[in-house]
């Protein structure tokens, strides 16, 4: 049995560690008695950045029928052949640093991006590339908050009323999608509040970018 826990307090040479969620029932029939602990290294992957990666590949499996442990291998396979590594990356503690996790997490992300393909966790700001997430998100007009599709270019900086938009130089701006509710809370509870609420950035774009939306 495997539970994450948090080191509360430290005395002398002895810690102490909360764990939540445990079924103490389920522990004493099975348990031994003895303990294990591993401290999580700040500069490998992390519990949390694992189980996202597991949970968007049963979104994967959900999705194309395609089962989880070949969703799995595809993902590493091609992962490894897009970053030029020796091998295929391991999710094992101490195997994968914590910047590689975050960039597979969006690399994987970007793919379903790109790909039509929808997933369910609204925390993958956790363990992802913000920026590089959002930008896919604009890129393929999905809402940055619910993930619905064809929503609205929303700019951060206001272009100011009367103003032709035509007029306006859009490379100046940065950019949001949000689908219309979003659009409208935005504007609603004010754009800082906004994003501190849903934890995504803003995009700036070149005009390449702003041509390929059609905003330009």
Request: some cysteine; charged content about 25%.
């Amino acid at each position: 049995m495997q539970f994450c826990g948090r080191l509360i307090q430290r005395k002398g040479d002895k810690g102490y560690i909360e764990i939540e969620g445990v079924n103490w029932y389920e522990v004493n029939k099975k348990a031994s008695g003895a303990i294990v602990v591993e401290i999580e290294e700040k500069e490998h992957i992390s519990n949390e950045q694992r189980r996202l990666l597991y949970a968007l590949w049963r979104d994967y499996e959900e999705y194309t029928g395609t089962p989880l442990d070949a969703v799995e291998a595809w993902f590493k396979y091609n992962y490894m052949l897009e970053r030029n590594l020796d091998g295929l990356p391991s999710l094992s503690r101490g195997a994968m640093s914590k910047d590689t996790a975050t960039d597979f997490i969006t690399y994987t992300l970007e793919y379903y991006l790109n790909n039509g393909v929808p997933f369910a966790q609204q925390d993958w700001y956790k363990g992802a590339d913000i920026d590089r997430v959002c930008y896919a998100m604009l890129m393929n007009r999905i809402c940055f908050v619910c993930g619905k599709e064809k929503a609205d270019m929303a700019h951060v900086e206001t272009v100011g009323a009367g103003r032709k938009r035509s007029k306006v130089d859009h490379t100046k701006h940065h950019f949001m999608s949000l689908c219309r509710q979003h659009h409208n809370e935005q504007h609603a509870i004010g754009i800082e509040t906004f994003m501190n609420k849903y934890v995504v950035t803003a995009i700036k774009l070149d005009r390449e970018q702003l041509k390929q939306l059609g905003v330009m």
